[in-house]
């Protein structure tokens, strides 16, 4: 695995061109949902024994507009960029850190590496222009409307029409500040959203708080508008995600959403649309301060909760070998009539 390297390019012209994409979203395939209910009531077992695994399977089948669905190309796409905020002391550790975990990536060395082996996924990683970091947003907007459009349109490329379901991760030191600054935009309380991340010390965290609310009040008129509240407090990779998300629901493909960072960066979707995320599934419950609260607004139950806050899509990659489970009981299980078992009487 090789991490593909940013290129600028822009297939929205303006945030007006942008929202009009946000906005125009296609519909879930009922019937195909459907059918995957009626072999559920047929499957040996009690109605509704495997309980969220079915919903899961009827969800993927929505998506896909096919029954039984399938999950046989499954990408891993893990967005990496920098940011300026990290000159306020906001994270334990420097911006180097973002490439040279890049590096790993592609050497094989981290937990995703493992994590999508393991899961049957392809990992892609796309470095977002790591030697310019966003601008520090408690001084000026992140990102010019420009900056903003051509990473987001970096993701919306990377999403590949032949795929079954997409997970959606990130890596970037600072971007936990930039996430929490986005979701208090997006649904109030400063800085309430706001977290240790790479485990910042007290004073730290104290830094990380006021670099937040400073941001908040700064681009307090932005805050109204979801797309720029996203350029001006995000960063490259949590527009990257936006994009990726977006284009997932124009290409009728499923989305594992991992921690409190992929969980802010799609939330603008929410904010515009309010089914614009129903083609998303939350793959876990991150550890990270903030992301219960996060997901509660955005009214998503994660399929687990194991205390994990790596990013990287490390707990969606792991939330993906529960779906599989899901589809095998879907495919494989007998029929009542199949197996001659009796069912329960009418």
């Known amino acids: 695995m090789q991490p593909r390297v940013y290129a600028e390019m822009s297939r929205f012209a303006s945030f007006d061109d942008l929202r009009a994409a946000c906005l125009d979203l296609p519909s879930p395939d009922s019937r195909a949902a459907d059918a995957v209910g009626a072999r559920e009531a047929r499957l040996t077992k009690p109605p509704g024994s495997l309980g969220r695994l ?13 029954n039984p669905p399938a999950l046989d190309r499954v990408e891993i796409l893990v967005f990496a960029g920098n940011h300026g905020v990290t000159a306020q002391g906001v994270s334990a550790y420097p911006s180097e850190v973002t490439a ?12 995703i590496n493992q994590l999508a082996r393991e899961a049957g996924a392809s990992l892609h990683v796309v470095a977002l222009s790591l030697d310019q970091p966003t601008a520090d947003f408690t001084q000026a907007p992140a990102m010019t409307e420009a900056e903003f459009l051509e990473a987001v349109a970096a993701g919306y490329d990377e ?37 240790t991340g790479t485990g910042v010390d007290d004073a730290g965290f104290a830094r990380k708080r006021l670099a937040i609310e400073t941001a908040l009040k ?14 001006s407090l995000g960063g490259r990779e949590l527009a990257a995600l936006l994009g990726a998300c977006l284009a997932a629901r124009h290409k009728h493909i499923p989305v594992l959403i991992d921690g409190i960072v992929s969980t802010a960066a ?15 599934l939350a793959g876990h419950l991150s550890a990270e301060a903030g992301h ?41 299980m007998a029929t009542f009539e199949e197996a001659h078992v009796s069912d329960k009487p009418a």
């Open 159 to 195: 999403v590949s029409d032949a795929s079954d379901l997409i997970v959606l991760g990130e890596m970037g030191i600072g971007n936990t500040s930039a996430s929490a600054a986005l979701s208090g935009a997006l649904f109030g309380g400063g800085a309430r959203f706001a977290g």
């Open 100 to 111: 040279q975990m890049v590096a790993n990536f592609a050497r094989g060395g981290a937990a």
């Open 218 to 231: 700064r681009h307090e008129e932005a805050c109204g508008d979801p797309l720029r509240a996203a350029a």
């Open 54 to 66: 079915e919903a899961a399977i009827a969800w993927i089948a929505a998506w896909q507009g096919r």
């Open 266 to 280: 799609v939330s603008p979707l929410k904010a515009l649309r309010a089914d614009a995320l129903d083609h998303t």
């Open 292 to 332: 219960r609260l996060l997901l509660q607004e955005l009214g998503m139950t994660p399929l687990l909760d194991l205390g994990m806050r790596l990013g990287e899509g490390s707990g969606a990659a792991v939330a993906l070998l529960v779906l599989r489970a899901a589809l095998a009981c879907h495919t494989g």
